[in-house]
């Protein structure tokens, strides 16, 4: 589904990612942690089409297609969706008329037809309950005023209603008390099946609790130095990043 | 490529051909000789068969405008117009006055058309009743007869002047005296069509009333004059709608719209602008320059402009209220754009005289591209406007890096009790909230349509239902794809 050899990147002329490789295969959800500075949001960045991200070399291959040629609303309609770690807000902009052009452009990628509103709101009514969402959402300014808490599950909401095949999700974890955590693992969890992959960025274990990850991969300093399974999560709680990074150098 | 430079070129792209009312119709003309001097203004009159009244009102406007100097306080700059140098006159060759849409040149129904503007459709269709005026004539007007059932007047100036003789003389010129200002007072002498309405007392209009204003023929300035007077207790939507062809040269605009509400009337007045902008060097394109003022004369008045300005190379307008009567209320709801070369100096201007008077001001200009943007405002509070108030807020949204935004707002108060408030900002469309919505598949120009339709909705939703529609398209092709 994803492959990205030797992914070297710079921003305003500092490395880093440096020499990253890395492989999601279909149907699998692979998680990334490390720490501060490592590279983990530039990865998503980059993979989303950011604009101020230099890619010195490597490439990466997505669903068997050079992913770094294409423009970001390309890569969306295709199938990538990011997560985003502090999601903007767009004044005036009511949600609801956000959510559908962002839906029926997807919907143009994938070769369906556009939902005209009255489709549109029974397709996303069912995902918000399933997501104990309030309708008073819809009428709201895309991320106007919405707590942090309220952002991250407005990025869930529209996680479920693009259905996207790779999901990135940046540090969605970050600032979210036990339940919204719990609703960003269901949301995912709910998702997993072939055909759909996601890479959970995150700095924290207690996410993997509950969105058990097929492979966990450590990042430092712009490359992953160690991979393992779910249990790997748990020895870097338990030892925290030095000892690991220590012991892969 | 950066996505400043990225945008500015979809923008650029855009506006090349973006145009796309700017078709010229082919048929038969009759002008007056070029240029302007009293026979011109005698003959347009002839022309007319106006009363003796009217001929000398306007050669009263005449003998002021030659006194007059144009004015050159806005923010705009352009080279000096030769007034002698146009005609004032033209009109598609159909000697008798259409009594139906049968009658009507079938080229001037296809022109419409192609507008989007089906006169026959609308008529039977939609509840809008337009008046279609074309270069200097009106050539339609739709629902007439069951609007005649209420009692309202709508139909084209020239014909008011004929058949309803006693209103016309009494409002004419009475919000906007023929010596207001130096455009005024041009239209005043010249102008030729334009549209009449006349809600009796207690009526509230059945339907919207829209006038619909193309110019066709080269060299030519169009000078309508438009008249709404709602009666006592009456309700009436007007909407407003333009387009030119597209020309290398600059071709004048100087209308004068006046409104008068009476006590407990109210008038809701839209307009969306789109008079071709001129080419992305700046060459050809509409001035605009325009004189729009409503009195609320009467207590417990409201009027309520609302203005989309998308078009034209400069526009010069202050749609204004004189809050005449005790708790009358004054509106002003606008989105300027402007792009490429544009220039927009554009405002209002609210003047509480009565007690408890109101006005709210909203503007949110656009500019991208060379665009120059300005908001120019004045409140004036009279010493016996105790307790009014008003609120302005002026938002300015930047484009690109070689645009202009400017917000003039001039308060004058001299009551102890009135409340003034104003508020400003200026923003970018920032990168990331482009990404934000490229990240969601949406190309630059759908984000950047979006964004801007998020940044003017407060305006766009005091529009009619059938225009804010239009109106949103109409955002997104004059500016699609911009950031800064």
Not at chain 1, 123 to 128: F, S
Not at chain 2, 347 to 364: A, L, P, Y
Not at chain 2, 374 to 396: F, H, M, P
Request: proline fraction near 4%; charge should be negative.
């Amino acid at each position: 589904m994803l492959r990205i050899e030797n992914l070297v990147v710079e921003v305003e002329g500092k490395r880093i990612l440096d020499g990253l490789h890395l492989t999601v295969p279909s149907g699998e959800v692979h998680a990334i942690m490390g720490p501060n500075g490592s590279g983990k949001s530039t990865l998503s960045y980059v993979l989303a089409g950011r604009e101020g991200y230099e890619v010195i070399d490597g490439s990466v291959e997505f669903d068997g297609l050079d992913l770094l040629a294409m423009e970001p609303e390309l890569r969306a309609t295709t199938g990538l969706f990011l997560a985003f770690q502090s999601p903007v807000e767009l004044p005036g902009v009511g949600n609801a008329t956000f959510l559908r052009t962002a839906l029926n452009a997807i919907r143009r990628g994938r070769g369906e037809s556009e939902l005209d509103a009255m489709q549109f709101l029974k397709v996303v009514r069912a995902k918000m309950s399933a997501l104990g969402m309030k309708d008073e959402m819809l009428k709201r300014g895309v991320n106007e005023g919405f707590s942090g808490g309220e952002k991250k599950r407005n990025e869930m909401l529209q996680m479920a209603l693009l259905e996207p095949k790779f999901a990135i999700l940046d540090e969605t974890d970050s600032g979210l008390d036990i339940d919204a955590l719990k609703l960003v693992a269901d949301t995912v969890n709910s998702m997993r099946k072939p055909g759909f992959s996601a890479l959970v960025i995150t700095h924290y274990q207690r996410l993997l609790d509950h969105i058990v990850p097929d492979r966990v991969h450590v990042l430092s300093r712009g490359r992953i130095i160690t991979s393992g399974g779910p249990e790997l999560a748990h020895k870097l709680e338990a030892e925290g990043y030095a000892g690991v990074v220590k012991a892969a150098a | 490529m950066a996505a400043v430079a990225e945008t500015l070129d979809t923008v650029q792209t855009v506006t090349d051909g973006g145009y796309k009312w700017g078709f010229e119709t082919d048929i038969e003309m009759e002008f007056a000789p070029k240029g302007l001097n009293e026979d011109i203004v005698r003959f347009i009159s002839a022309r007319k068969e106006e009363p003796q009244w009217l001929l000398d009102w306007r050669l009263k406007a005449f003998a002021l405008w030659k006194t007059m100097v144009e004015p050159r306080w806005a923010a705009v700059g352009y080279p000096p117009i030769d007034y002698q140098d146009a005609f004032y006159y033209a009109a598609p060759t159909n000697k008798v006055t259409p009594k139906s849409l049968d009658e009507v040149d079938p080229e001037l129904l296809r022109t419409y058309e192609k507008l989007g503007i089906p006169l026959r459709e609308q008529e039977r269709l939609q509840n809008i009743a337009v008046d279609a005026v074309f270069d200097s004539v009106s050539v339609a007007t739709t629902f007439k007869d069951r609007l005649h059932k209420e009692g309202i007047i709508f139909c084209p100036i020239s014909e008011a002047v004929r058949d309803h003789p006693e209103l016309v003389q009494k409002y004419l010129g009475s919000v906007v005296p023929q010596g207001d200002n130096f455009f005024a007072a041009l239209n005043s002498a010249v102008f030729t069509d334009g549209s009449f309405v006349y809600i009796p007392k207690g009526v509230r209009c059945p339907m919207e009333l829209s006038t619909y204003f193309r110019i066709n023929a080269k060299s030519t300035g169009q000078f309508e004059r438009t008249l709404i007077i709602a009666d006592a207790g009456s309700t009436v939507s007007y909407l407003e709608g333009c387009t030119a062809p597209m020309r290398d040269e600059n071709q004048l605009h100087a209308a004068v719209v006046e409104l008068v509400a009476m006590d407990d009337a109210s008038i809701k007045y839209s307009t969306v602008q789109n008079w071709y902008p001129g080419d992305e060097n700046g060459k050809g394109g509409i001035y605009n320059f325009v004189t729009k003022r409503a009195a609320c004369r009467g207590a417990r008045s409201k009027v309520s402009w609302t203005q989309v300005e998308t078009g034209s190379a400069i526009t010069w307008k202050y749609p204004s209220c004189i809050l005449q009567g005790d708790e009358s209320v004054g509106e002003f709801y606008s989105v300027a754009i402007t792009n490429n070369r544009q220039q927009a100096d554009t405002g209002t201007k609210m003047f509480h005289i009565g007690k408890n008077t109101k006005s709210t001001i909203v503007s949110k200009g656009i500019s991208a591209g060379r665009g120059q943007n300005t908001y120019r405002g004045l409140v004036r509070i009279g010493a016996k406007a105790t307790g009014a108030r008003n609120y302005t807020q002026c938002d300015s949204l930047l484009i690109g890096d070689q645009c202009g935004a400017h917000t003039v707002p001039y308060i004058e108060n001299r009551c102890m009790t009135a409340k003034v408030e104003h508020e400003a900002t200026t923003s970018r469309i920032a990168e990331d909230q482009l990404f934000y919505c490229r990240q969601r598949g949406m190309t630059q120009e759908d984000a950047v349509g979006l964004i801007v339709n998020g940044f003017c909705r407060e305006v766009l939703k005091e529009l009619p239902m059938e225009f804010a529609v239009e109106a949103q398209k109409l955002l997104q092709i004059s500016l699609e794809g911009s950031v800064g």
